[in-house]
């Protein structure tokens, strides 16, 4: 069965600092797709990036950068110059063949605050 | 606009009451879902619909129940047999292909008195 894993429960940082969030995931099969999103404190969901098994190139959007390694079975999110609005929770998420492949499996997520 | 309403976004209900929660989309999107969120347990899955009158049981299924009339709605009930029921409870939607990420609403917040 497929698990996420996010080690961290809360972590707090001085505003401009950079953060790493921790993503360690399980599945069986080889095709998967791994996301995060973050959940502010009005509580929506949003999501922030998709990342199938077979392209483990790290990408960058702005302040946000992800690095995917199969190899460690990790999707670890980095925020760079952190600011007061990164303050949230972020979950990660998979989903595998499993379920017709429309079922989520989250993490429990990080909750992130960032001090001015 | 496009997207998820949820309503409403605080609801209050006594012990043993059924209450239903509203989810609706105009994203066009084929499915749907319901999950919850305890402080500290992450989301778990409800149900899910991928089609109209059709939905699945999720990881917590025991005391709530669903219908899918509509493309547009997918209605959840909190039902007298669910026996925690105070929870924050998150509605989303994907296109119908596989793999892809899921849209959320703004979320309901139920307290049972």
């Known amino acids: 069965a497929q698990k996420v894993t996010q080690a961290q429960t809360e972590i707090s940082v001085v505003e401009k600092e950079d953060v790493t969030l921790d993503c360690v995931y399980e599945?069986?099969?080889?095709?998967?797709?791994l996301f995060w999103y973050k959940q502010p404190p009005s509580g929506e969901l949003v999501f922030l990036i998709r990342r199938n098994s077979f392209d483990e190139q790290n990408e960058i959007s702005g302040r946000y950068s992800w690095n995917f390694q199969k190899s460690t079975s990790s999707f670890n999110f980095t925020i760079t110059a952190s600011q007061v609005v990164d303050s949230a929770v972020y979950f990660c998420a998979l989903v595998d063949s499993g379920a017709g492949s429309y079922q989520l499996t989250f993490g429990k997520g990080t909750k992130l605050s960032v001090i001015p | 606009d496009g997207g998820i309403t949820q309503s409403p976004k605080y609801l209050f209900r006594k012990e043993g009451q059924n209450v239903t929660l509203s989810c609706e989309q105009n994203?066009?999107?084929?499915?749907m879902y319901w999950y919850r969120q305890d402080p500290g347990q992450g989301l778990r899955l409800i149900y899910y619909?991928?089609?109209?009158?059709?939905?699945q049981k999720g990881d917590i299924a025991e005391g709530y129940s669903v219908s899918r009339e509509k493309k547009e709605s997918f209605p959840l009930t909190v039902t007298s047999a669910q026996k925690n029921p105070t929870a924050f409870y998150l509605c989303a939607t994907s296109p119908a292909t596989q793999y892809n990420e899921q849209f959320f609403g703004p979320g309901t917040r139920l307290t049972v008195l």
């Open positions: 619909s991928q089609i109209v009158n059709d939905f």
């Open positions: 599945t069986r099969d080889t095709t998967y797709y």
């Open positions: 994203l066009n999107h084929d499915a």
